[in-house]
């Protein structure tokens, strides 16, 4: 990974000078910093509005139905996603199922996490396992070759792209399957903006996006891909298809209030996975080759986001990005996937 002292790096927030569509002005902020500048006040307002409209849409979705559950849980097991469930739960009192996607890195710990807080807080819990062979062929072929297109890669990894491809289309077939009104996803503020905190799924446009994912994954395995996609009865079903939630957007987010709230549920912070990942054991080698491929970290523009808007300070997310990846695990990855190097 390149260092911080041998690239250029915002001084107000830690998007480095190899980011895509970066500029500098004379004090050495990026010119997204300064697109933001003025816009916090904008942004307190959007946070409130969208917190107004989930509770319009809990009213809405509140009318007598025989469905059994009210959201469906993207549950990964990591912080952000146990304490988003926890909110949904306990805040929010909704019913909620959760699904668990083991894309075969899950640690040891994120497991128990599961299991632990999904007891705790009286939650239903799916776990979803495509065979391993497909995942292999996945993983490999993207540590490799690109799959999606470069703005796709300003946000993550291309490995990181296919899992989470798989992982909002099986939640959106489960949802859609089992007539469940929401999906919930623990975003963090810096991952998606609070305007797409609540957003109604279109037939026409997750055709569309899923395309964007299953054709470029189908080159890879073939038609076996299409089983975790949607089929054309799901498209069918245009009454059921759900909202995406993260209430993140608008949520109050510390990390050490977070740490704190989902401990008291038996959530344990693992110590076998790197800085950017509470529940993966492949995050920091797919990290590390979009560092080597492209020159910046996949995370960096989360993070900066983040550190724009206050929610953490500018030293945590230098450190979150620019510490060195941990060998163990890469190479623990490389090897069971087989990989002679990167």
Known sequence: ????????????????ETFPGIRFNEEGVCIFCQRFQGKEEKLAQDKKKY????????NQLS????????VLMAYSGGKDSTYTMFLLKTKYKLRVLALSFDNGFISDTSWSNIKNVTDRLGIDLISFKP???????????????????????????TICTSCIG?????????AIEQNIPMIGFGWSPGQAPVQSSIMKNNPSLIKMTQKAIKEPLKKVVSDEIETYFLNEWHYSQSERFPYNVHPMAWEFYDERMIHKEIKKLGWEAPKDTDTNSSNCLLNAFANEIHVKRYGFHPYVWEIANMVREGVMSREEGHNKIYQEQPEQLIEFARQKLNIQEI
Do not use: G
Not at 63 to 70: E, V
Not at 137 to 155: D, G, N, P, Q, V
Not at 166 to 174: A, E, F, G, N, R
């Open 166 to 174: 798989l992982v909002k289309s099986i939640c959106l077939k489960t």
């Open 1 to 16: 990974m390149n260092k911080p002292n041998q690239q250029k790096i915002c001084s107000n927030c830690i998007l480095p």
């Open 51 to 58: 917190e107004q409209k989930f509770h319009q849409l809990l």
């Open 131 to 157: 065979k391993w062979s497909i995942l292999k062929s996945i993983f490999t072929y993207a540590s490799m070759h690109e799959l999606y297109s470069k703005k796709t890669l300003e946000r993550a990894s």
């Open 63 to 70: 009318q007598p139905s025989h469905r059994s559950y009210d």
